[in-house]
């Protein structure tokens, strides 16, 4: 059976799972790691940490990028900036980790955190700030 849908609306749902999907991940893994703040070390064999009020800020942090996320996906062109925001912190987390590893301050192991939290994320969001641009052909407006 042919589809009819033209392909924009096929993207514009794509768009809007992508960031629904994002969303839920988010909120609970931010939920997850407020509740349960030794959770992830006790599992990757790392020390705890000696505040893990840190730790909760940042399940705070993501888990605000969550609903943040949820918004955007209503209209993820309108609301690009939480994107743009989002896919910033995305690559930036991969970096401050790729430092911490050179100085041997983090395991591994950690970096399965940022897999999950990062860098799976990386091209559906490129794609909706892609698209964004292409219809637009600004970031500014």
């Avoid at 392909?7 to 839920?24: D, F, G, I, R």
Wanted: a positive charge; hydrophobic letters at 50%.
């Amino acid at each position: 059976m042919l589809s009819t849908e033209r392909p924009e609306l096929s993207y514009t749902v794509l768009m809007k799972t992508t960031l629904k999907l994002a969303a839920v991940y988010n909120i609970l893994w931010g939920a997850i790691v407020i509740l349960f703040p030794n959770l992830f070390f006790d599992l990757i064999g790392m020390e705890r940490p000696n505040y893990p009020e840190f730790w909760q800020c940042i399940g705070m942090i993501v888990g605000v990028y969550g609903v943040g996320y949820w918004l955007a996906a209503n209209d993820p062109i309108k609301h690009y900036p939480i994107v743009l925001v989002g896919f910033l912190g995305k690559i930036l987390g991969p970096i401050g980790f790729a430092q911490a590893l050179i100085e041997n301050r983090f395991p591994l192991s950690f970096g399965i955190n940022i897999i999950f939290n990062d860098l799976i994320w990386w091209i559906p969001f490129y794609l909706i700030l892609k698209e964004k641009y292409k219809r637009d052909k600004t970031f500014f407006s």
